[in-house]
């Protein structure tokens, strides 16, 4: 049995590196690849976090106060079982990873709301650091 798992597990790991070298070469744009393109608007930016703020954030928010909930009261009908001890263990470690989940969200979200300003004031350097050039061209005024 192992040695079927072992096989199968080494030939999805094979085709999983051969899709993910395709998708960072490029995949055509007929494909439903990007066209080459990962560009997004101010606006689809905002609309991510925005996201993130008023649907992710508050629906695992949610999820992981019932999975708290239905976990402590079948501790607490294992009470003094060793299986209360492996879902507070289990529930501990669920914790951990929510916690570890809802800091990623907020991160993603504040890059995201961060990223247009960083972008603009990249351009506004690029474009001050031609400036210069500009005034020295005898095509100014023209």
Known sequence: MSGDFTQEWG??????????????????????????TFASTPAQKRSAANTIETELEPNTKKATDHADE??????????????????????????????????????EKGSLRGASGLFVQNDLGTGDGFRPLGTQSKLNGL
């Open 11 to 36: 030939s999805e790991r094979a085709r999983a590196a051969d899709q993910a070298a395709m998708r960072l070469n490029g995949v055509p744009a007929t494909d439903g690849g990007g066209g080459g």
């Open 70 to 107: 239905s976990t402590n009261t079948a501790v607490k009908g294992f009470d003094g079982w060793d299986a209360a001890v492996g879902l507070k263990r289990v529930a501990d470690t669920w914790d951990q990873q929510v916690k570890v989940l809802m800091g990623r969200l907020g991160s």
